[in-house]
Structure formats: C-alpha cells, structure tokens
C-alpha cells in the first residue's frame, strides 16, 4: 500500500511504501533520513521524490530500507542501526 507520512508537513517528499503493522517504524525511519539529509536528491537524476520501503532485509544488526526514486527507480539502501545513531544533519558536497 501507499500512504503519505504525516509529520509536520514540512517534508512531504518521502512515501513510506509499506503495509500498516510496519508503518510507524518506518515513518520514524522517514524522520530521520530527513533530518540527516536535509537537501536529498536522488544521486543519479536529481529527483526530489521518494518511496521509502522495508526490504525485510537485516544489515548490521538492524533493518536494511530502500529509498526508491519516484522518477528513474535508482535504489539507495541505509542501515537503520548506523543511519539513527549518525550526528545529524550529515552534510554532503
Ligand atoms: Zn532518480
């Protein structure tokens, strides 16, 4: 299923893609990868749009989740242990 996170309305360009038991964590997830990367845009085409997706997928003791670009499909995965322990935001050239 789709459905928008709700928070704050500030940022609205991630989608969290997930079924219902699974979308808080990843709303929480959507959260921090917001806060970490206040300018994201999708390293191939620039797009500023996003699906967020649980792979079901465990890396580092912890989740593995996609960012998927609404426009061309590139993947990005982060693992969620290390990205919600980083300082944020992380700044990037
Ligand atoms: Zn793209």
Known sequence: MTREPDYGGEKDHLE????????DALVDIAKA??????????LRCGSEGFYL??????????KAVDLVCQRCGMVERHSWKILKKAAKPIITD
């Open 53 to 62: 997706v649980d792979t079901g997928v465990e890396g580092f003791g912890g």
């Open 33 to 42: 990868i917001d806060e970490a990367f206040p300018n994201l845009k999708c």
């Open 16 to 23: 969290v893609f997930e079924p219902d038991d699974s979308l």
